[in-house]
């Protein structure tokens, strides 16, 4: 069966851009709940407009609708297809459904966490905007607030079912990358 790469970190952490590297050395698609969520959040339908304030309030959605989108993503895979997941598992029961659904299957999970500082991610993310956002008020703040109660013990399920592996999020993209590639031993 082929593999599933779980990439995971902290809004601004470079969660996607590492998927996509990763996607393309080694030919899969990345998988991302975020882009389903951001089209759904545009639909004038009852699921479109909760979607939509569930973002709107800096909210993490409902498990068991990433959960969702996980199953319809990983059932279409062929046998021997491979993934890049990237925002997934932002929930202990998303992570342990993750688990149990690759065990189930036989396909080998390896996830990845980027850890950089809530400062950096504070930087990052006004860099993008271009606006300074006060960290006591703003949907960064909020984001963060969600990350730590939601998905640090997400990390901690991965970590300690010994599919998780630290990467350190603050050096340059390609430097990540490569740190990534020899966990993997591609590189």
Known sequence: MGPVYLLMGKPGSGKGTQAELLAKRLGYSVASPGAEFRRLATEDSVVGRKVAETLDAGLLQPYWLATY??????????????????????????????????????????????SVTDEEIQKRIEGRSGVAARSDDSSVAKRLEEFRIHTDPSIELLRNAGVLTDIDGSPGIEAIHADILTHLNLQ
């Open 69 to 114: 989108l996980f199953h319809k993503t990983l059932f279409a895979l062929t046998a021997d297809g491979g993934i890049v997941l990237e925002g997934f598992a932002r929930k202990v029961p998303e992570a342990q459904i993750v688990l149990d659904t690759c065990e189930w299957l036989g396909r080998p999970l390896k996830a990845f966490y980027l």
